[in-house]
């Protein structure tokens, strides 16, 4: 395994139905994040995994969101009744928890569409 | 406040040319300071990286100038290529916390050939 991989690299749905991304983490990375990246802009957090813990959300992720990694390994990201504002790159991103270490290392992302 | 600004949004450069990406911030928290290059179509990844306990950092190429006084830092490319060409982004993110990155809005770096 070479870097953190993601599922399916795109999506396109009709508004109101429900789409679910997955993440893979680079082996033995324990902390994994979720983030969206509209057309010109920068990413922006929206959620955080230690292990198998969600331990952090941003005001971002509605109710309509959810994530989830059980077992500590990969994680999936679920929109309920998207609309057309999710369209967007989710992308994904893994580190290895140290005192030092901070490097997050992002997937190719998952480019969702909401007609 | 966790924003992060950047500017400039769009940089044209000659081959062989110096390009200067300008970032800053509010937050004084912020304690980690990276660049990721985002090529279309795939990921961010990880240029170069900063800590506020020096004022600059040199890989290769890609050097990180930090001003703490200021709440500034800046991406410097020197001998600029056109394969360089590509969005990049400054971040910050604050010890203890999840180590979240807070990212600028980027900059489209076109270099000429």
């Known amino acids: 395994d070479t870097g953190v991989s993601q599922n399916p690299r795109h999506k396109i749905t009709k508004r109101g139905q429900n789409v679910t991304f ?9 902390r994994l994040y979720w983030y969206r990246q509209t057309l010109g ?10 292990n198998e813990a969600q331990l ?3 005001r971002l992720l509605s109710d309509r969101f959810s994530a989830e990694r059980p077992k500590g ?30 490097t997050q290392y992002f997937g190719p992302g998952t480019r969702l569409t909401v007609l | 406040q966790q924003q992060v600004k950047q ?23 912020f304690d980690y300071f990276p660049w990721y290059q985002q090529f279309p179509g795939k990921g961010p990844a990880l240029l170069i990286a900063i800590r506020p306990d020096v004022s600059e950092k040199k890989e290769g190429r890609f050097t990180i100038s930090f001003n703490k006084s ?23 993110s604050i010890v203890g916390s999840a180590r979240q990155l807070t990212f ?10």
Do not use: W
């Open chain 1, 73 to 102: 390994s990969f994680s999936t990201l679920e929109i309920q009744r998207t609309e057309q504002g999710d369209s967007a790159m989710y992308l994904c991103a893994s580190s290895l928890r140290s005192d030092r270490a901070d």
């Open chain 1, 41 to 50: 802009q920068g990413p922006e957090f929206l959620t955080y995994f230690q």
């Open chain 1, 22 to 30: 997955r993440c893979d983490p680079i082996s033995e990375h324990n």
């Open chain 1, 56 to 58: 952090e959300k941003s």
């Open chain 2, 7 to 29: 500017s400039p949004q769009s940089l044209i450069v000659q081959k062989g040319g110096i390009s200067i990406i300008n970032c800053a911030y509010e937050n004084t928290a």
């Open chain 2, 70 to 92: 200021a709440k500034q830092f800046s991406l410097h490319i020197m001998d600029s290529q056109p394969g360089d060409s590509a969005t990049y982004f400054c971040a910050a």
């Open chain 2, 104 to 113: 600028g809005s980027g900059t489209q770096l076109t270099v000429l050939p």
